[in-house]
Every structure is written in structure tokens, then in C-alpha cells.
């Protein structure tokens, strides 16, 4: 081995490291969401499912991927923390559109900044913020999978597909 190759390893090494870490940082918060979910009975009605569904597929796509280490599984995920990071977005309008209807309940006089202020400060549920985890987990799925070892071009040495999950 020369010294590129001990250099390309070695940064190899580090990468599936790194990469390893990231995991256990989105297993361990997408265990805590879903727990939290859960407990909170966030499952009235189909909208609220959908944070507990995702979070569902995204570990079946890892097993499987576990299972196969092929190109799709991680594809797959890809796509899970896509639709994660849409969830989070679609999750947090929702959440401020029926803290405004409960403010404005409460309060038929506010508006504005004032209105704005109530929504995003007030210690009322649902929390507006609160789906922003979904974002966060949705970034650290993808950078998971950044330049995964499945996606190398089969052009690349066997051996460097197999570190790193």
C-alpha cells in the first residue's frame, strides 16, 4: 500500500467514524421523538401519525440496509429524511395555524405582532417549534448518508464499499 492509499484509507476510516456517530445521534433523537409522540397521544387524527410513520420507515430502510448494504436502502433513507425535513416544515404551519385559532378564541382583539407574539411565546399547546426536530433529524439522516460507501460507483475498490454501514 502506498502512501495515497494509506491516506485515502485513512480519511476513509475517519469518514465511517464520523458517519457512525451521526447514526447514533439520529437513532437516539428519533427514538426520543418518537417516544414523545407517543406519550403526548400525538395520534388524533392522520396528520399527527405522520411524524410516527416516518420515523417508522426510516428505521425499517436502516435494518433492511443493515441487512443488504446495497445503493436503494440508502436511496431509501434519502428519501425518508426528505419527506422528514417536509414533515417538519408542513408540522411547524400547522402547529402555528391552530395556536392562531386558540389565541384568537381566547382573544378575538389580537393581531398583528402582538398576535404573532402570543403564538410563538405563549405556553399553550401545540408547541410551534416542536416539529422543527423532524428538520434536524431529517439534516442528520442526509448527512449520514452523504457520500455513503453503498453509492460509490462500482468502478471504486470493493473493499472501501463495505466501511462505514
Same mark, same amino acid.
Given at each position: 500500500?502506498?502512501?495515497?492509499?494509506?491516506?485515502?484509507?485513512?480519511?476513509?476510516?475517519?469518514?465511517?467514524?464520523?458517519?457512525?456517530?451521526?447514526?447514533?445521534?439520529?437513532?437516539?433523537?428519533?427514538?426520543?421523538?418518537?417516544?414523545?409522540?407517543?406519550?403526548?397521544?400525538?395520534?388524533?387524527?392522520?396528520?399527527? $401519525?405522520? /411524524?410516527? *410513520?416516518? +420515523?417508522? &420507515?426510516? #428505521?425499517?430502510? %436502516?435494518?433492511?440496509?443493515?441487512?443488504?448494504?446495497?445503493?436503494?436502502?440508502?436511496?431509501?433513507?434519502?428519501?425518508?429524511?426528505?419527506?422528514?425535513?417536509?414533515?417538519?416544515?408542513?408540522?411547524?404551519?400547522?402547529?402555528?395555524?391552530?395556536?392562531?385559532?386558540?389565541?384568537?378564541?381566547?382573544?378575538?382583539?389580537?393581531?398583528?405582532?402582538?398576535?404573532?407574539?402570543?403564538?410563538?411565546?405563549?405556553?399553550?399547546?401545540?408547541?410551534? $417549534?416542536? /416539529?422543527? *426536530?423532524? +428538520?434536524? &433529524?431529517? #439534516?442528520?439522516? %442526509?448527512?449520514?448518508?452523504?457520500?455513503?460507501?453503498?453509492?460509490?460507483?462500482?468502478?471504486?475498490?470493493?473493499?472501501?464499499?463495505?466501511?462505514?454501514?
Amino acid at each position: 500500500m502506498n502512501a495515497s492509499q494509506k491516506k485515502s484509507f485513512g480519511h476513509a476510516a475517519i469518514l465511517a467514524v464520523i458517519r457512525r456517530l451521526i447514526l447514533i445521534v439520529f437513532l437516539v433523537g428519533a427514538a426520543g421523538a418518537g417516544a414523545e409522540l407517543l406519550l403526548l397521544e400525538h395520534t388524533e387524527d392522520w396528520w399527527q $401519525l405522520i /411524524p410516527l *410513520l416516518l +420515523i417508522a &420507515l426510516s #428505521l425499517v430502510a %436502516l435494518i433492511i440496509h443493515f441487512a443488504i448494504r446495497r445503493a436503494a436502502t440508502v436511496r431509501v433513507f434519502q428519501a425518508a429524511m426528505l419527506l422528514f425535513i417536509v414533515s417538519g416544515v408542513v408540522g411547524a404551519w400547522l402547529h402555528y395555524q391552530a395556536k392562531i385559532e386558540f389565541k384568537l378564541e381566547m382573544n378575538p382583539d389580537l393581531g398583528g405582532l402582538a398576535l404573532f407574539r402570543e403564538v410563538m411565546i405563549g405556553a399553550t399547546l401545540p408547541p410551534v $417549534l416542536a /416539529p422543527g *426536530l423532524m +428538520i434536524q &433529524l431529517g #439534516l442528520l439522516g %442526509l448527512a449520514y448518508t452523504y457520500r455513503h460507501p453503498a453509492l460509490v460507483a462500482s468502478t471504486e475498490k470493493p473493499e472501501l464499499i463495505n466501511t462505514g454501514e
